[in-house]
């Protein structure tokens, strides 16, 4: 069987602040592997079985081979890069669109697509459903475990009131919702082995998009303005020795807002 | 895009996709306002009484109704049993109501929803759909709009109306920023966060039902859908939440907070690291990769504060927080903050 999965290069959020005329501090900020995608990476290294091949994929800038090496090391046998300038400022569905027209071109064959529930620095899940609309195939969304049934997989799908558990056929996009977060992640043994994998390279012509259908210029959604968010919370600070007196004081907040 | 191609339907039986479907009047003149209307789809949802319009459809159609001039449309899926919401949801706003009363979509199919609604956009034609931001919305919605090739504004937590253009507001880089959007194509699309408008009042009133024939190609193979075992509370409906980290040392705790909340009337929550300790379940926990909560008070009992929690109850009305760490995030952005050990606070509230 082959595993395709989608992987993406984030900023570290966690790492992110506002200063304090309120805009967002990006410098320094270190770019990882979307924690998401490195479960949903971890998930397939579990089931996958001798002679099963697991490839990752990413659209984004050259650095983003960062990431690739990564899934690399933690076991994936082969790795692209989907990199072009014309690529940046790419939405939803000029990413769903590079990455659909990458898969038609160069994996048409996997048993799964593979992807994380969402991408921490932004936006929330999209990509993958927008991926299995345009190459026309199941999705199974929010999955938090799958199992191998003879040529198929199961999925159990975690829908907050509903836990379903459906049969998901060869081809299907799935994309995993917070897995179990003590699943340990694959040690980094194969350093040296993945070193000799190599990272292929697609860009735009290789995927026969038009200028007009990616990034930016092949985007339906535009942003208009953004603004920061500034704290407009009147902070009022109280050190308190007598935990009773706290109490007190909340108490006489709740019943103040009554 | 009927999904009815080839005649394989019985009851269309027909190949062209442009006919009109029995039950659907061409005295009805759908396309009179075509492109200034607004399409909901509003969830139901099983209740122990019947079944129940979902709050996100409800406020949907509220923000719908005050967002256009045009016609508001919603549609439905389920049998007979929702007829009983009909005058409700026209009393929420809604002229149009389409209900899909098709066995086969009776069980929830993001594929097969997907392509239903886009039949009824080609019918419609609005000027944007509106969808919310539930767990089946977020997946059914990208799937229309990549199907259709429009642009889709994720997880709005505002939205405001230019004429007929829409400009979705909605929080990036883990609630660090908020960005206005529009979409550059119609019909717009938005999938909005439950709890962003208010539910309208529950009033009863009149419309137009039309059943809307429609037969999937895709059937998925559930083998089950389990309701997941819970009390049936939900944290994002609570006016009060009682919040605790892990500065919550003691799990003893857990039901001095639960004794806490039975008598102000709140309910606990909690944050990412209870949940990795097992300590509480996941549908208790605020933040990014949790549920999203706004509550007229949120107190923080031993929550740091880090931007995937901040992310969930951003738009709380008021944060208390108390941690025994002057320099913990959560000071920065609480309204009031105690420097006090959170299990000594949480007892001496229980004991007033
Ligand atoms: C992709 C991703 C998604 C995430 N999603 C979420 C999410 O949805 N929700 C979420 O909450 N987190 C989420 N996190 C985790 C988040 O980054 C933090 O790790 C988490 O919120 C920390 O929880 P905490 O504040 O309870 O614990 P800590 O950060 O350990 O903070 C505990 C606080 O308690 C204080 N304290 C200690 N003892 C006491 C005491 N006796 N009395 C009072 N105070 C005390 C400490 O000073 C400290 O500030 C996510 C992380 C990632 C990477
Ligand atoms: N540029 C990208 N390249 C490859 N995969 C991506 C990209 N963007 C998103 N994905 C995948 O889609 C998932 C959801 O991302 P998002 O919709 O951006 O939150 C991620 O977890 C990845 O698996």
Known sequence: MRFAVAVKQVPDTMEMSVDENGSLVRTGVPAILNPYDEQALAEVLRIRESGDEVVVFTMGPPQAAEALRRCLELGADSAYLITDRAFAGADVYATARALAAFITGNIPDASLYVFGRQAIDGDTGQVPYEVAALLDVQQFAYTESLERDGDSFLAVQDYGHVRRTARVPKGSVVSFGTVDPNC???????????????????????????????????SLTRIVSTESVMSTRRNRRVEISNPATAADFIMTELEGSR | MSGCEGGSCSTCGTDDPNRLPPGMLKAYDLNQSTADGILVWTEVVEGPDGPRIDDSGAELIGAARNLTDGRVFAVVFGGTELKSLYGRLFGYGVDTLYHVREKSLERYSPEAYAECIASLMDRIVPAAVLIGATSRGREVAPRIAAKMGLGLTADCTGLRADGRKLIMTRPAFGGNLMADIECTKYPQMATVRPGSFPRPEDSEGQGTVIYWQFCPECIKDVISDEPMEEDGSDIRDAKVLISLGDGIRDRSLIDVAESVARKIGAQVSCSRALVEKGWMPRSRQVGMSGRTVAPEIYLAFGISGAVQHRAGMLRSGKVIAVNNDPDAPIHSFADLSFIADAGDVLRAMDRE
């Open chain 1, 184 to 218: 340990p992640l694959p040690s980094i043994r194969g350093y040296l082995e993945s070193l000799g994998r190599p990272i292929k390279e697609v860009d735009r012509v290789a995927l026969g998009l038009g200028v007009y259908s990616v990034g930016l210029k092949g």
